[in-house]
């Protein structure tokens, strides 16, 4: 059965992307090359009136077709399916509409992240693609002036609202949730309930690493230079100019003192911590139960 990985984004998403889901000897099946951004291109990007089921599922026949041929789990990966939270972009109810009127029957996986690390990740995230937006108005405080709001939507991330929502869309046997931070502190429970869930034998993954991210301090020094740079808002490659300025601020963020770092990222966590407070606590121990995992141990806030 055709697995969709909806992220969520900064949940090991793009590791899961190159290493996992492309390799064949796993299992797994997924569009590579041009087709990489296909679910992107006829789901996200595709303006909403044009949107016909039928045609989607012609551009995906290729992968459903090779998959069962070779006896492969065809996999469909892209974050930008569950919303693009750090520009406010929500738009999952959608997105399942759209995706069980192409495919019908299939199984979805949701990959998790604990609340203010996914915060911090995803403001990094907004800087890093040229924004200049602070922490403060990236977080918001929910007391926005009626017809106003933060990009930071806390109930996308009650994970346990979540899943329940998109267990009300599909067949909650057909759905599975995974903490990021199991792929590092349990790695080999993590990988068995992954292949469990997809139906694939599986076997050992790589641990390459992807998208290691700036400094505290080259993330500030992007973001107070962010507006002097013209950037390319049409496609992934950059002007000269933007990849240097990207280079200079990792340099120096490196090279200045940590203790700059540590500032800024205290700051941060502040800012986050005060926004996010208790209100997760629940939803993450009535998600954990559910899981039967102990998300506690693994730094979530639990109630």
């Known amino acids: 059965m055709l697995v969709i990985h909806i992220g969520l984004h900064k949940s090991g998403t793009t590791f899961l992307q190159k290493e996992v889901f492309c390799n064949l000897s796993l299992g797994f099946s997924c569009p590579k090359g041009k087709d990489a951004l296909a679910a992107t291109h006829e789901f996200v990007n595709r303006e909403p009136t044009t949107f016909d089921p039928l045609l989607v599922r012609k551009r995906f026949a290729p992968l459903l077709e090779h998959a069962d041929r070779e006896g492969l789990v065809p996999v469909i990966s892209d974050e930008r399916l569950s919303s693009i939270p750090e520009r406010g972009r929500y738009h999952l109810p959608y997105m399942l509409d759209c995706l069980n009127q192409t495919f019908g029957e299939y199984k979805l996986l949701m990959t998790i992240r604990e609340q203010a690390a996914m915060a911090?990740?995803?403001?990094?995230?907004?800087?890093?693609?040229?924004?200049?937006?602070?922490?403060?108005?990236?977080?918001?405080?929910?007391?926005?002036?009626?017809?106003?709001?933060?990009?930071?939507?806390?109930?996308?991330?009650?994970?346990w609202h979540l899943y329940n929502f998109i267990s009300r869309k599909l067949d909650s046997a057909n759905v599975c949730v995974l903490p990021m931070e199991l792929m590092r502190s349990a790695p080999e429970e993590y990988w068995q309930r992954l292949f469990r869930f997809c139906n694939v034998v599986g076997g050992e993954v790589s641990h390459k690493r992807h998208n290691d991210g700036l400094t505290p301090l080259a993330t500030k020094l992007l973001r107070h230079t962010n507006g002097l740079m013209p950037r390319n808002k049409l496609g992934s490659k950059q002007p000269r100019l933007v990849r240097k300025q990207v280079e200079l601020c990792k340099i120096l963020g490196e090279r200045l003192p940590a203790t700059i770092s540590e500032k800024i990222s205290k700051h941060w966590r502040e800012v986050i911590d005060a926004r996010i407070g208790t209100q997760f606590n629940e939803s993450n121990r009535l998600l954990g139960e559910m899981l039967e995992i102990d998300l506690a141990s693994l730094g979530y806030r639990v109630g």
């Open 120 to 159: 911090e990740a995803l403001y990094r995230q907004i800087i890093r693609s040229g924004d200049n937006i602070d922490i403060e108005q990236f977080m918001g405080t929910g007391l926005e002036q009626e017809g106003w709001t933060s990009r930071w939507q806390p109930s996308f991330f009650d994970y």
